[in-house]
């Protein structure tokens, strides 16, 4: 059998990309999830220290930082992992709306495991690549 080279050039290239792709899309999603999960620290800090004011603020601001990076993420990653994050913001705005701060802690710990868990679910490792 004869091998040519053009081939084997355009599988190397194919590979390459691959990998700078997978590369490029980890850090997007850690970088991204970095900056969620230092406003949801914010918003704990405010929790803890009765600041519902502030609490509701940053968590509006927080709820505007994933509208922009939601369909970014779809792209990315599951759809249900994507349902969790939006599905735990929305009930964390509104128990802090309402002065739940227990309930708002329990979802912000829950909003925290999902935007944790998504950029570790798409590291390359023997699980996912095999």
Do not use: C
Not at 103 to 123: D, F, T, V, W
Request: glycine share 2%; net charge negative; no cysteine.
């Amino acid at each position: 059998m004869k091998v040519n080279i053009k081939t084997i050039l355009g599988l190397l290239a194919a590979t390459l990309l691959l990998f700078i792709g997978t590369l490029w899309m980890g850090n997007y999603l850690n970088k991204s999830s970095s900056s969620m999960l230092e406003k949801v620290k914010k918003i704990e800090l405010n929790l803890l220290q009765n600041d519902l004011k502030s609490a509701v603020k940053n968590a509006e601001e927080l709820n505007e930082e994933w509208k922009e990076l939601e369909d970014k993420w779809n792209l990315l990653t599951n759809h249900h992992e994507i349902d969790n994050i939006t599905t735990s913001l929305k009930n964390t705005i509104e128990f802090i709306k309402f002065n739940d701060i227990p309930n708002s802690m329990a979802n912000l710990e829950s909003l925290r495991h999902y935007i944790e868990h998504i950029p570790e679910m798409e590291k390359p490792n023997s699980r996912n690549i095999l």
